[in-house]
């Protein structure tokens, strides 16, 4: 298996512009899981799936943020509008169940 | 709030010596315990999970477990400067996914 694949690796877009980062988890995972990482706050979870339903988005930082999960191998993550502010790497990860987790490459977002 | 507490480091030890890589966490219901390492730019790897009280042994990797003391352990034998990343550390409780610390940064000096 390839991995989880996300796409891009590298966004760079100007505030106020809607940006959308893609994931395609492991097959067989039945979980999958949209994290971002900065220096400040270190690894966060955003929102889980499971089965392709949205399981958890407790911690997805507000309403500009939103995430689907039309299938069981495509995700998205979206952002409308970016902010600075968000600026981050975002990895997607899957899982069989909740805790052995493997990570996607990650995309480096940059929102000037 | 579950919380996975790390030293952030960095830690220096010489290429050769043990590495030793501590992590606390707060709820005494956790049930099984990661360690990912990260490499700079790159993406978490899981190298180690551990999920009864005592050691696991996997090559140069040890990860000891004292849920006791809500303590879990890396180290990492004959370390090398391929060594040289950061390692998270990762607890799972059975009703939310993993919690991470925020990591220790390690530098394997030649």
């Known amino acids: 298996d390839a991995g989880v694949i996300q796409s891009p690796r590298h966004e760079v877009t100007e505030m106020g512009q809607e940006v959308t980062l893609r994931c395609k988890p492991i097959?067989?995972?039945?979980?999958l899981f949209w994290y971002r990482q900065t220096m400040m706050r270190g690894l966060e979870l955003l929102i889980y799936?499971?089965?392709?339903?949205?399981?958890?988005d407790s911690g997805m930082p507000e309403d500009r943020f939103s995430a689907k999960m039309p299938n069981a191998s495509f995700s998205t993550l979206k952002i409308q509008p970016s902010e600075p502010r968000d600026s981050a790497v975002y990895f997607c990860?899957?899982?069989?169940?909740?805790?052995?987790?493997?990570f996607g490459p990650g995309t480096r977002l940059t929102v000037l | 709030q579950k919380e996975v507490e790390q030293n952030s480091g960095p830690l220096s030890v010489p290429e050769g010596a043990i590495a030793s890589l501590n992590c606390t966490y707060s709820?005494?219901?956790?049930?099984?315990f990661f360690w990912y390492r990260q490499y700079s730019g790159k993406s978490p790897e899981l190298i180690m999970f551990?999920?009864?009280?005592g050691d696991k042994e996997d090559g140069r990797f040890t990860a000891q477990l004292n849920k006791a003391s809500q303590y879990v352990s890396l180290l990492i034998r004959d370390s090398q400067p391929s060594d040289s990343a950061t390692y998270l550390c990762?607890?799972?409780?059975?009703?939310?996914?993993?919690?991470f610390g925020k990591g220790t940064r390690l530098s394997v000096i030649a």
């Open positions: 097959s067989g995972h039945d979980y």
């Open positions: 709820d005494r219901g956790s049930q099984s």
């Open positions: 551990i999920y009864s009280n």
């Open positions: 990762a607890v799972f409780s059975g009703n939310t996914p993993l919690v």
């Open positions: 990860a899957s899982s069989y169940s909740r805790d052995t987790q493997y």
């Open positions: 799936f499971n089965n392709n339903v949205p399981i958890d």
